[in-house]
């Protein structure tokens, strides 16, 4: 049975630092690409981070570069977004997806962390 679970979320200051994590079971995980998406109240969910299977590549949306840090330990079987100079336009549910490398419509999701950028 596979199971993405994120862990890490919760309430910080604008210009604080948070560190999402995503564990996952329940299939190869480095065979699957990793992602991280997030929907902000009233808004699509939109790709945040992608990570290659290896972790040699990745990619991030322009508004968290600079900022978001991707990264994957596949001894771990676990997937990481470090957070750093969060902006009150971050807050959102956090997802992390896996997909796989040979066939894109294989994908699974995770149950979301929420995080809160607030003074």
């Known amino acids: 049975q596979v199971h993405l679970v994120e862990s890490g979320g919760g309430l910080v200051q604008p210009g604080g630092s948070l560190r999402l994590s995503c564990v996952a079971s329940?299939?190869?995980?480095?065979?699957?690409?990793m992602s991280w998406y997030r929907q902000a109240p009233g808004k699509e969910r939109e790709l945040v981070a992608t990570?290659?299977?290896?972790?040699?590549?990745?990619n991030y949306t322009d508004s968290v570069k600079g900022r978001f840090t991707i990264s994957r330990d596949n001894a771990k079987n676990t997937v990481y977004l470090q957070m750093n100079s969060l902006k009150s336009e971050d807050t959102a549910v956090y997802y992390c997806?896996?997909?796989?490398?040979?066939?894109?419509?294989?994908?699974?999701w995770g149950q979301g962390a929420r995080v809160t950028v607030s003074s």
């Open positions: 997806n896996a997909r796989y490398m040979f066939r894109s419509t294989i994908y699974y």
């Open positions: 329940g299939f190869t995980f480095s065979t699957y690409v």
């Open positions: 990570i290659t299977s290896a972790g040699g590549t990745t």
